[in-house]
């Protein structure tokens, strides 16, 4: 009596397919917006990231370790000793993080173990551009051989180590001015 | 669990009688929430950009256009594809002042240059990871030939498309003609063929100044 006729049935079951292609429309389109603001949250304010590689040891672990970056400085705002990330002048599909040696001005012995330049080969780094180094000189294609980098590059600067905890830190610049000391 | 159920009732509750209480609000934040997505097709899709200043005439701005030029810039293929190719136009972040510009590349890394004037070495060998653009307008641009090979990613986006004005719309697409296509364009000769063989003349010209890297992984 109550059981819906043939065509009764086709409505109900179109109903029911329509509701759920509905809802898996509306959440496929929440997902893309998160993963968007996600994307756009780590290319303009800040991600925390996994830096591997043997550049710069002893201050990060080859390894593999965890740290925030922030996307939120200008490239006119590094000083010396600070930690940089920058799209990498050899492959532009690679982010690299470096330390800030030289800023524009600077004269720059370019390898003092004169290794890759005779250790007596100075340069000015020009203007718009950074002297960068990796902490690990024996293992690290950094400024000494591709030159100075240009500002454009820089995407942002590494603020704190969070995992391993036991090394968790915030980076500081690590400098020292003789002739301050 | 069950607060917090409550707690997105309300915010549903409060939304919806903000949202009927004031529209302008519903639509704000509407616009808000979908406004990352946009960024993201910026990104990766591409963007429309007003081209000034005269280093890509005659290509780009020509004399006797009376606006700037409005174009698309594609950022898929740069972007995403990384597919770079020698003559295409490309908008790329000056390495001295970070300043977007637009130039044409000439040669990917490999290749052999001869430089123009204020470049102080008569020929560069380009080393890897990096580009040499150059502006169609040597007088009026400052290019390779002022700071020298560029890293590959500085190359921002791909010119795709001039959307204004209406009468030069259209792709843009390197003057690349065989002898008999340009025998077939000659046979009517007037003011459009003449500025397409100044164009292909161009071509010839930069291609003869490069001499391409033996195995050309890129383009």
Not at chain 1, 99 to 119: F, H, N, W
Request: proline share 8%; charged share 25%; glycine share 8%.
């Amino acid at each position: 009596m109550f059981a819906p006729g043939a065509r009764g049935w086709a409505n109900l079951l179109n109903q029911k397919w329509r509701h759920r292609l509905r809802s898996t429309g509306l959440y496929c389109l929440m997902f893309i917006q998160a993963a968007c603001t996600a994307h756009i949250c780590a290319e303009h304010v800040g991600w925390v990231h996994r830096v591997i590689g043997p550049s710069m040891v002893p201050t990060m672990d080859p390894e593999g370790e965890w740290v925030i970056e922030s996307r939120l400085i200008s490239p006119h705002k590094l000083r010396r000793g600070d930690l940089a990330t920058y799209i990498s002048p050899l492959d532009p599909s690679r982010v690299v993080c470096k330390r800030v040696i030289g800023l524009p001005g600077d004269v720059i012995c370019v390898d003092p173990t004169g290794k890759m330049a005779p250790s007596t080969e100075h340069v000015v780094v020009p203007k718009g551009h950074l002297w960068m180094s990796g902490d690990n000189a024996e293992l690290s294609r950094d400024s000494r051989e591709y030159g100075p980098v240009s500002m454009a590059l820089v995407k942002g600067r590494q603020v704190a180590r969070i995992w391993p905890p036991s090394r968790a830190i915030v980076f500081r610049r690590n400098f020292k001015y003789i002739d301050n000391v | 669990m069950f607060r917090f159920r409550a707690a997105l009732g309300s915010l549903r509750g409060s939304w919806a009688y903000l949202s009927k209480k004031y529209p302008r609000v519903r639509w704000s934040i509407g616009a808000l929430y979908w406004l990352p997505v946009g960024m993201a097709f910026t990104e990766f899709g591409g963007k429309v950009m007003l081209v000034t200043g005269r280093s890509m005439q005659p290509t780009l701005n020509p004399d006797d256009s009376r606006s700037r030029d409005l174009v698309w810039f594609d950022r898929y293929s740069i972007c995403v594809n990384r597919k770079y190719t020698r003559g295409d136009i490309v908008a790329l972040k000056s390495p001295s002042d970070s300043k977007l510009i637009v130039k044409r590349m000439i040669a990917l890394p490999g290749d052999v240059v001869k430089t123009l004037p204020p470049y102080p070495d008569t020929e560069v060998k380009i080393p890897e990871g990096h580009a040499w653009v150059e502006g169609d307008e040597p007088f009026h641009s400052e290019d390779s030939n002022t700071f020298g090979p560029v890293p590959l990613g500085l190359i921002d986006s791909r010119l795709d498309t001039i959307l204004w004005p209406l009468d030069r719309y259209g792709p843009v697409i390197n003057p690349d003609l065989t002898m008999e296509q340009q025998k077939r364009r000659a046979q009517n000769r007037g003011p459009a063929w003449r500025k397409e063989m100044d164009e292909f003349d161009r071509e010839r010209r930069r291609q003869a100044r490069v001499v391409k890297a033996e195995d050309s992984s890129m383009g």
